[in-house]
């Protein structure tokens, strides 16, 4: 018996779709005979066996993607030209060494000698601390004394000068510290959960923002009772689009930015680029993570325009379709936190971009008003995070103070 | 999240760029009919006019973006097979690596060069190539070799903002084979940076294009080994980031370099005298360079094809071999 | 044919029906005179040792001036090639540029001391930087066009070279690709009949440059070179078609090379004594001025006085140029790349 493999049709092309099966199982197959038709990203074409035989098993369906070289089909009975020709190539090539046609440098020469030939690193390092290499005990090739033998020296000289102190890190880099928890927690206690590629991304984006950019937080209450009004009766024009705060305020962010450039920035390590356009970052969460998709040029967007970009992008979002051009240049990002029903919470910076606002949960409760009444009203949290090398306080205080009192004027 | 493959993040890119900017516009060889390698598909439609097809020319088709630069548009000319390009070799080497430096700066030419590179397709003599020794010897002329999607997105788009010359370096093999979510990637990516894209401590692996990739394989069976790799992602060949390269190479005092290019004369010669003369008291062993053999590139028989190509196992043995010196 | 044979006497009428006004004449006599003197006193410097290499256009001059005339300066875009002195003399480029040039010094607007002298470039005035390879120029003001007519920007791309370099690939790429397109562009082929020692029979089996025009679907013209005004009324007629759409024309104008190749060069070795006189003899600034004076356009005196007007000129901006800084050694490591765009 024998396998027929999906052919590459076509430079570059790594796998292959069987469109429909000429022949079935039990199907007498000549040489050359079409078995399936194939189509690629380059060609459509039938596939003529390679093998004479009967059609034994098809192992890709109708319809299935098949990578380069993966099964297709058996034929049975058949002569196999080719696996008489690979006995003979590798009898052949027995006496000659093993494919390493491409091992351009081979390794030097070690039979044992070495032992007293330090490297470069070893003889500085050896000497910076005073190390007897002689009697240093090698874990290299023919017993040589490696980077690392002298670096566990140093280790335990320094455990035992101090040995309540950190222990110096092994390498002289930044690095990752190893989580600790092994140690004081059994591994059966905890379920140890593979990183998603986003997962990864997002850990890597927080900690480049947290690590570059020195953030500073703001928190002002806004008074949206009217707002809350305005969206109750603007609901009901929305069919088929649910509509939330977020365009509400969403609009008002994109107003504002207009008079405070400094905040629809990125931060480009030597220049602060200020951007004409807002292109609005909105956090979604999916099960897959957060994900910020951009809406363009939010500024020229009505409500209900900027609602229905939302909601398309909310539900690509979701349904993991989002393009690279939803993602990327975004100048500003809005976080709805409050649909988490959180009241206060502190965002990190969407890194370039230089600042970040939260919406938090709109809670009714009693507060003083003019006249010194007190009246019942709907009062939220709008949080600002903003990298301190972009701006200052007073503008960013400025941008949060111009956002309530566009967010209050909303529906009066 | 929707994954894109590369050559869906290079027509993105392109078609992004397009839209973006009245001055970008493509020419090359069969790019109206969306080019070999379907990279332009959809686009002559979408842009008529700026997607031009050219006579089977290349010393003309990198003259007339030089020209087109010059006047201020963006051009981003495709050169079908990185092996046709050396018919244009003159136009790169004596005029467009040099406009600027002629002029001081006064004149410069904001162009791309795109071309597919790269063996492990079948392509034989003149479909397989590594041609990027030759042009990254070109002082001005920026060469660019992604292997990931994101960074062929953000560093087409940094090629095209680029007021030099750009050499664009696409690997066949990976047009379809790599896959990655764009979701979270960074938008801008800088020419002129590698990237460490793994951390181990035992040697550090240096590699670009596809090779990259089987260096990341080989990693990840080490690793299974007990043998921790570093590995950089040298993305742009020139200039070459030193920096990067030095660092990732102190870290370990063992380093192995990766190219399907042949060994002489190859990249590799030159980020071992990087090390060599920057690194040379944190080495712990000798520089190392896994490459393909002084033949003509590359036969075109699989067996002779593998023979001729490293990869995964082949870097592993490699890698085995110097983490045990 | 050769240059003696299209050279017609005209009539002061003749010339007036081609709309050269006498200010025009008189600046086509200012130009190649400025031309040659600049380049004899470049010569002198580099015998003295003080200029390290002059390659020259004398002989061509009429056929540099008229054709620079036709174009609109500071609008249409020029790759002189490196004998071009008399173009870029047209083209705005004073006389002590030309000797910062020649002398390689720091301030030099062509290369700042990076390149040989006469390798041309001028954002001001639109000449792109050019190099010593040969026929690359072509493929750029080619590319310029496209790019040009992508925008609808009325201007006329032109590019010179001598016939050499028409052996080159370029040449024909990019005669091939400005015909397909219709793009607006002037090559303009000086033949002076040697590319440095290899006569024009070596390289091509056809009698004229314009022969190959056919072969591309291109329009042509040859013209007399050492003809000023000739060239003025060819080239000029073509320079505005070719902006109002009418596509590419290739324009040969038959001209002699008076000197050797360049200052390295000793064309003695290679060339007939007697045709080296006999060109002498016909110098095409000394027939402009004896055509003058035959048609009494100018009195001599006038003529006289813008000779003696050029030498003064050209020995000032020598002397001049002479004392200007050198550049710095270091500051050749500088701009291999363009840190910013414009945008």
């Known amino acids: 018996m024998t396998t027929v493999t999906m052919p590459q049709l076509g430079e570059s092309v790594t796998e292959g779709v069987v469109l429909r099966w000429l022949k079935q199982a039990g199907d007498g197959v000549a040489l050359d005979e079409s078995l399936c038709e194939i ?35 058996t034929i049975l009975g058949a002569a196999d030209p080719a696996s008489a020709a690979e006995a003979a190539i590798a009898r052949e090539s027995a006496g000659e060494p093993a494919a390493g046609g491409a091992e351009a440098s081979p390794a030097p020469a070690n039979d044992g000698s070495r032992g007293s030939v330090y490297s470069p690193v070893v003889q500085r390092l050896a000497a910076k601390h005073g190390i007897d290499l002689a009697a240093t005990a090698g874990s290299g090739r023919g017993g040589r004394v490696t980077r690392k033998d002298v670096q566990a020296v140093i280790d335990a000289r320094a455990r035992e000068a101090a040995p309540t102190a950190e222990l110096p890190l092994p390498l002289e880099r930044e690095t990752v510290p190893a989580p600790d928890m092994a140690t004081v927690v059994a591994p059966d206690e905890f379920d140890a959960a593979p990183l998603s590629p986003t997962r990864r991304t997002i850990g890597e984006r927080m900690v480049r923002s947290t690590r570059e950019a020195p953030q500073a937080w703001m928190l002002v209450e806004a ?36 008079d405070f450039p400094a905040l629809n920035a990125r931060w480009h390590g030597d220049e602060l680029r200020r951007y004409r356009r807002v292109n ?38 979701h349904a993991g379709t989002l393009r690279i051009a939803d993602i990327e240049g975004g100048t500003f990002t809005v976080n709805n936190t409050g649909a988490f029903g959180s009241v206060a919470s502190k965002p990190i910076v969407n890194h370039p971009q230089v600042a970040i606002v939260t919406m938090e949960r709109a809670v009714r409760r009693p507060v003083v008003v003019e006249g010194d009444a007190i009246a019942i009203r709907a009062m939220m949290n709008i949080g600002l995070s903003f990298d301190h090398r972009a701006l200052d306080g007073a503008e960013a205080g400025s941008f949060l103070a111009a956002l309530k009192e566009r967010l209050e004027a909303l529906g009066s | ?109 904001p162009m791309v060069v795109r071309t597919p590179w790269g063996g492990g397709v079948h392509g034989g003599q003149h479909h397989s190539q590594s041609i990027e020794a030759y042009y990254a010897h070109m002082p001005g002329l920026k060469v660019v070799a992604p292997s990931f999607p994101a960074d062929y997105c953000s560093l087409l788009k940094a090629a095209i903002a680029d007021p030099n010359p750009v050499l664009f370096l696409e690997h066949k093999r990976t047009y379809r084979l790599i896959r990655q979510e764009l979701e979270g990637a960074p938008a801008e990516g800088r020419i002129g940076r590698a990237r460490i894209t793994r951390y181990g401590d035992d040697l550090t692996i240096i590699a670009y294009g596809f090779m990259l990739h089987e260096s990341l394989a080989a990693a990840g069976e080490l ?47 030159e980020i071992a005298a990087i090390i060599a003369e920057h690194a040379f008291e944190d080495l712990d062993a000798p520089v190392r360079r896994l490459a393909g053999p002084d033949i003509p590139p590359m036969p075109f028989h699989h067996d002779m094809e593998a023979f001729f190509l490293p990869d995964r196992a082949k870097i592993a043995a490699a890698a085995r071999d110097l983490a045990a010196y | 044919m050769t240059a003696s044979e299209t050279r017609a006497p005209r009539s002061r009428e003749m010339l007036h029906d081609y709309l050269l006004s006498e200010e025009q004449l008189e600046a086509m006599y200012r130009y190649m005179l400025l031309s040659r003197r600049l380049e004899e006193r470049m010569m002198t410097l580099n015998r003295q040792g003080r200029a390290d290499f002059v390659i020259a ?181 073509a320079v505005d078609q070719a902006r109002g759409g009418a596509g590419p024309f290739l324009i040969e104008a038959k001209c002699f ?58 020995r000032a901006a020598a002397k001049w140029a002479f004392d200007q800084p050198d550049p710095v050694p270091g500051d050749a490591l500088g701009f291999v790349y363009r840190e910013v765009s414009d945008g």
């Open chain 1, 223 to 258: 008074d949206v009772t009217e707002l809350v009004a305005l969206r109750a009766r603007e609901r009901q024009r929305f069919a088929g689009v649910d509509l939330t705060y977020l365009p509400y305020f969403a609009s008002a962010v994109a107003a504002t930015l207009t």
């Open chain 1, 39 to 73: 189509e690629t990203e380059k060609v459509t074409a039938e596939l003529p066996s390679p093998f004479e035989g009967m059609l034994g098993e098809i192992l890709a369906p109708e319809g299935a993607t098949v990578a380069v070289d993966a099964p297709l089909c």
């Open chain 2, 223 to 269: 690793a299974g080994e007990g043998i921790e790799c570093t590995v950089v992602d040298v993305l742009t060949l020139n200039p070459l980031d030193e920096e990067a390269v030095l660092e990732a190479v102190r870290a370990t005092g063992k380093a192995l370099i990766v190219h399907e290019d042949t060994l002489t004369g190859g990249l590799g010669g």
């Open chain 3, 57 to 237: 256009g004398a002989g061509q001059e009429a056929a540099q001036v008229g054709a620079g005339l036709a174009l609109k300066p500071g609008v249409d875009y020029a790759a002189p090639y490196y004998r071009d002195l008399g173009v870029m003399l047209v083209l705005g480029m004073s006389p002590r540029e030309a000797m910062l040039n020649a002398l390689a010094k720091r301030d030099d607007p062509n290369s700042f001391g990076r390149q040989m002298p006469s390798h041309w470039a001028s954002v001001s005035r639109r000449v792109l930087t050019q190099s010593s390879v040969v026929a690359t120029q072509l493929i750029h003001v080619v590319g310029v066009a496209l790019a040009a007519k992508m925008r609808n920007d009325p201007i006329v791309a032109f590019a010179s070279c001598g016939e050499g370099s028409t052996s080159r690939g370029d040449f024909h790429e990019a005669l091939n690709f400005a015909a397909i397109h219709k793009l607006p562009v002037i090559f303009y082929v000086e033949n002076n009949g040697y590319a440095i020692s290899e006569r024009m029979e070596k390289a091509m089996p056809l009698p004229h440059v314009v022969d190959r025009a056919a072969a591309y679907g291109i329009q042509s013209a040859v013209v007399d070179g050492l003809d000023a005004v000739a060239v003025y009324q060819t080239v000029r007629p």
């Open chain 3, 257 to 314: 090379r008076l000197w050797s190749h360049s200052s390295d060069d000793d064309q003695r070795r290679y060339r007939p004594r007697e045709e080296i006189e006999d060109w002498t003899r016909r110098d095409p600034i000394a027939l402009f001025r004896a055509r003058i004076e035959e048609d009494c356009l100018f009195p001599a005196e006038d003529l006289d006085a813008i000779e003696a007007g050029v030498e003064v000129d050209v």
């Open chain 2, 1 to 109: 999240m929707a994954e894109v493959n590369v050559l869906e993040a290079v027509r993105t890119t392109l078609d992004e760029a397009l839209a973006a900017d009245d001055r970008v516009f493509l020419l090359g060889e069969d790019l109206e009919a969306g080019g070999v390698f379907r990279a332009t598909d959809g686009l002559a439609e979408k842009y008529p006019g700026r997607i031009i097809d050219t006579p089977l020319a290349e010393s003309s088709i990198i003259g007339i973006a030089i020209g087109a630069a010059h006047y201020g548009q963006r051009p981003v000319a495709e050169i079908q097979f990185a092996d046709f390009i050396h018919a244009g070799f003159d136009q790169l080497c004596s005029e467009a690596s040099r406009w600027s430096y002629r002029t001081r700066g006064e004149q410069y030419l």
């Open chain 1, 280 to 317: 609005l970052g909105v956090a979604i969460a999916t099960e897959r993570g957060l994900v910020v998709p951009v809406v363009p040029n939010a500024r020229d967007l009505s409500v209900a325009g900027l609602a229905r970009r939302i909601v398309d992008l909310v539900a690509r979002a």
